[in-house]
C-alpha cells in the first residue's frame, strides 16, 4: 500500500495539469480494487483458517473420547480379571468342600461296612460260645483303636473347625491304626495340609511326597502334587515348584487344579510344558 501511494504522489509530480484529475481518479478506483480484493483474501483466509481451527478441535475430541474408551475398556478388562481370580477361588472352595462330603460319605459307608462286621461277628459269637473260663486264660486284651469312620470323621471334623492340633493328632492316629483304607491318603493329606496351613513348608513338601509315593491312585493326589509345588514356592524352590506344576498340567490337565498349576507357572514366568 505504501508502494502505491508513493507512485501516486510521483505521477501527480510528473503529469501536466489538464490531465491529473482523470488519473487521480483512475489512481483511486486501483487502490479501491486493490484494498477490496485484499479484504476478500483476508476473509477467505480468516474462514479457511476457522474451519481448520475447528477440524482440530474435532480431532482432539475425538482422540480425547478414544483415550477415555481406552482407559474405560482397561478398567472393565482389570474387573474381569479380579472376578475371575474370585470366581476361580470360590469354585476351588466349592470342590474342596465337595470333596470333604464325599470323604465324610465314604467314612460314614465305612462306618455301616464295619456294623455289619460287628453284627456279623456278634451273631457268630453267639453261634459258637467260647468255653467258660477261656476269657480269662490269655493276657489281658490291648486297648482298641477307634473304629475308622469315628477317628477320620472327628479329625475332619476339628480340621474344618480349626483345631489342627487335635486334627493332626486324630489324623496321625488314623494313619497309625488304619494305614490301608481307602481314607488313608485323604488322612495324609490332610495332615500335609496342616503343615502348610502353619507354614512348616519343609513339612508339608514330605508329606505331600508320602500322598504321592504311597497312594498315587489316591483322590488327593493332584491336589497334593499341586500344594507340594506351591510349598517349595514358598521355600524359594522355584525350579522344582515348576516341575511339580507341569507335572499336574500334564497328569489331570482339564482338572481344578491343573488350572491353578497353569496360574502359578505364568507367576513363576514358566509357560506350561505341552500335554501329551
Keep these: 500500500m505504501v508502494f502505491v501511494f508513493s507512485a501516486l504522489a510521483l505521477l501527480l509530480a510528473s503529469t501536466p495539469g489538464f490531465g491529473v484529475s482523470k488519473e487521480i481518479i483512475q489512481l483511486q478506483t486501483q487502490v479501491q480494487q486493490l484494498q477490496d480484493q485484499m479484504a476478500r483474501m483476508q476473509q477467505a483466509f480468516d474462514e479457511r483458517m476457522g474451519v481448520m481451527r475447528s477440524l482440530v478441535e474435532q480431532q482432539t475430541d475425538a482422540v480425547n473420547k478414544v ?12 474387573q474381569s480379571h479380579a472376578e475371575a ?8 472352595g466349592q470342590i474342596q468342600a465337595l470333596n470333604d462330603s464325599l470323604d465324610e460319605l465314604k467314612a460314614r459307608l465305612a462306618k ?19 468255653p467258660a473260663g477261656a476269657a480269662n486264660a490269655g493276657a489281658p486284651p490291648a ?11 472327628n479329625a475332619l471334623r476339628d480340621f474344618n473347625a480349626g483345631k489342627l492340633d487335635l486334627a493332626t493328632s486324630e489324623f496321625a492316629d488314623y494313619m497309625k491304626y488304619y494305614p490301608t483304607t481307602d481314607l488313608a491318603g485323604n488322612a495324609q493329606f490332610y495332615l500335609a495340609e496342616i503343615a502348610y496351613r502353619q507354614s512348616d513348608y519343609a ?7 508320602k500322598v504321592l509315593e504311597q497312594y498315587p491312585g489316591g483322590n488327593k493326589t493332584a491336589a497334593a502334587q499341586l500344594k507340594k509345588g506351591m510349598a517349595m514356592v514358598q521355600l524359594g524352590q522355584r525350579q522344582g515348584a515348576a516341575r511339580e506344576f507341569n507335572g499336574v498340567v500334564q497328569r489331570y490337565p482339564r482338572s481344578n487344579e491343573a488350572t491353578t498349576a497353569r496360574e502359578q507357572l505364568k507367576k513363576l514366568g514358566v509357560a506350561p510344558r505341552a500335554t501329551r
Excluded: C
Design 67 to 78: 483415550g477415555g474408551n481406552l482407559q474405560g475398556l482397561q478398567r472393565s478388562l482389570n
Design 143 to 153: 486297648a482298641q483303636a477307634p473304629p475308622p469312620d469315628m477317628l477320620y470323621n
Design 203 to 209: 513339612a508339608a513338601v514330605k508329606a505331600y511326597d
Design 85 to 92: 481370580g474370585q470366581k476361580n477361588d470360590q469354585v476351588s
Design 112 to 130: 455301616v461296612t464295619t456294623k455289619l462286621d460287628q453284627i456279623a461277628e456278634t451273631q457268630q459269637n453267639l453261634a459258637n460260645p467260647a
